[in-house]
């Protein structure tokens, strides 16, 4: 599985640029794997202009095509493919025929432009489907945002209280307290490792799916060809790819640091003590660092795969703001059913005093 995670990524599976019969460059580097779905009525590209063979030589360059999910685990080899690539492959490309009604659209710019917005839906909605698929993992880590926050810095405290202490009887006794207190907290500490790697398998696979799916090669939104990398483009005179980065900026610093903004303003007023502070800029200080490593990977990354992140941030940011005001509301009604409570008992207590 891990090695179908990289294997794109292999000298081995790696083909020249090429230049399709209208000299349009369809396929920018990437693997010899093309998923073309037969029973979507997709057939793999054949033709091409060889760069290095001159303006009269086409032929057919070394690829293995992909029709059929059990192809996706004989040609590859690769279960990453068979259950990840393929899949994501099948779903946006059904997307993008169901909206378009086609898998090989005109050279005619209306045909262009119809199934670029056909392609951008498709992504939408891949993005939407592979969301819900994650937060199925996530969900009762989310439920417990709060919760999982305030441990963050209760972690913070028993790791300080043990910082110097080396030998074997201290580690074993903060490991106790560990568990003790996600025991308490009724948290299990592998939920927050499904919530956090859940995503990964499926951030490779798009990765994949752009540059190895033909209907995704061909597609252009707007002027926008989504195997091109953006800052590649915008150094070559098209300042059009500026968008994206333009537009993923913002949303990735957003969908990064507003767990972090949501929890300084739900603990204001709380006092922190010095490893809860320390605990809070390192966080901070590790998320700055992701934030400008995302940049300069989506630069690189094809345009497909950057849009793919936009919309998945733009889901992410949603997600954030709708569980945080319903646990708010959560607390909320917990707080007024707790109040109430006391209310009722400090009656009945003043009734029986009375008699």
Not at 12 to 35: H, L, N, R
Request: charged share 20%.
């Amino acid at each position: 599985m891990l090695w179908g995670c990289v294997q794109m990524y292999q000298s081995d599976y790696m083909v020249s640029q090429v230049t399709d019969m209208t000299g349009s460059k369809v396929f920018a580097p990437g693997t010899t794997f093309e998923i073309a779905i037969r029973s979507l009525g997709d057939e793999p590209s054949k033709m091409f202009l060889d760069n290095n063979a001159g303006i009269d030589n086409f032929a057919g360059y070394a690829y293995n095509p992909i029709g059929s999910w059990k192809e996706a685990f004989t040609v590859t080899k690769s279960p990453f493919y068979g259950f990840f690539v393929y899949p994501m492959a099948f779903i946006l490309v059904g997307l993008a025929k169901g909206f378009s009604g086609t898998v090989s659209p005109g050279l005619d710019p209306h045909s262009q432009k119809v199934f670029g917005v056909s392609i951008f839906f498709a992504l939408f909605f891949t993005v939407f489907f592979v969301r819900c698929i994650t937060l199925a993992f996530s969900w009762k880590s989310q439920m417990n945002q709060g919760k999982m926050q305030d441990m963050q810095a209760k972690q913070a405290e028993i790791q300080a209280k043990y910082k110097d202490k080396k030998d074997k009887v201290s580690r074993q006794k903060m490991t106790m307290e560990m568990q003790a207190l996600y025991k308490k907290e009724g948290i299990s500490p592998m939920s927050s490792l499904g919530s956090a790697f859940a995503p990964l398998p499926f951030l490779f696979a798009i990765y994949a799916v752009v540059r190895s799916t033909r209907v995704m090669k061909i597609a252009n939104i707007g002027a926008i060809s989504l195997i091109e990398q953006p800052w590649h483009q915008v150094t070559h005179g098209h300042p059009v790819y500026l968008a994206l980065l333009l537009t993923y900026l913002p949303l990735q610093i957003v969908s990064m640091l507003l767990p972090t903004f949501l929890q300084y303003r739900r603990q204001k007023g709380q006092p922190l003590s010095a490893a809860q502070r320390k605990a809070r800029k390192r966080n901070l200080i590790i998320q700055c660092v992701m934030i400008v490593v995302f940049i300069f990977v989506v630069a690189s990354i094809a345009s497909g795969v950057a849009i793919y992140w936009i919309l998945s941030s733009g889901f992410q940011i949603a997600q954030t703001l709708g569980f945080y005001f319903y646990n708010q509301k959560k607390s909320k009604h917990g707080s007024q059913e707790r109040d109430r409570r006391l209310r009722q008992q400090e009656k009945r207590k003043a009734k029986t005093d009375k008699h």
